[in-house]
């Protein structure tokens, strides 16, 4: 009997479509239990190996979600349950998380902004910080500090912005860009919104 491998969860039972899903997969669709909908694919095991190509199909399923308009609360890579009934048990137990997580993500999305400095050149990091957050912040609805992994990083942040603020944000870093054109800003997403999202949702058996 196949298990059920968890992409993320959505408003609605509604989400089915073909494409290359995780572990060979082809088809993604919904269970779903009292209109919370856990976005799934068929799976023959409950602890599935994190290769690159299937964190790529996993991002790429919620992508596609996210492209056609839904709002997910995203799942890390792995989760998998053994029967429909667990997966509905889950909904169930955690279904208030999800519906505030729901209600945080809805008709947002997650971009990431990254600034970053020549090896030699010595920057009022924060100068930058507030020069950053005074064009940024007034447009997302929220944002976290991610870990500075190098030492050429000035800043490292995700944002969540309305679907419909994506111009109003991108001309934003554009205009930082602009003016602070000794710097390199790294501007990626949209993201399923990973960074705004806590919901565990217990054991997998």
Do not use: C, W
């Not at 298990?3 to 479509?17: E, H, K, L, T």
């Not at 609360?73 to 505030?100: H, I, W, Y």
């Amino acid at each position: 009997m196949s298990n059920r491998y968890v992409y993320g969860i959505v408003d609605g039972d509604d989400v089915s479509f073909e494409t290359e899903a995780v572990a060979g997969a082809e088809q993604v669709y919904t269970i779903s239990h009292r209109r919370l909908g856990a976005v799934v694919s068929d799976i023959d095991t409950t602890e599935p190996e994190q290769t690159d190509e299937d964190a790529r199909r996993h991002d790429d399923v919620l992508r596609e979600i996210m492209d056609d308009g839904q709002s997910i609360v995203p799942m890390q890579f792995g989760m998998a349950f053994e029967s429909d009934r667990t997966l509905k048990n889950v909904l169930r137990g955690a279904r208030p998380a999800f519906r505030r997580a729901l209600n945080d993500v809805d008709g947002r999305i997650e971009l990431g902004v990254k600034v970053v400095r020549d090896e030699d050149d010595d920057v009022d990091q924060e100068a930058i910080e507030e020069a950053v957050a005074d064009e940024l912040e007034p447009i997302a609805a929220q944002s976290v500090a991610n870990g500075l992994f190098s030492n050429r990083l000035v800043l490292n942040r995700s944002y969540l912005v309305d679907r419909d603020d994506r111009e109003a944000f991108d001309e934003a870093v554009a205009s930082l860009e602009e003016e602070h054109d000794d710097l390199t800003f790294r501007y990626t997403g949209p993201f399923a919104p990973y960074s705004f999202v806590d919901v565990k949702i217990g054991a997998q058996g």
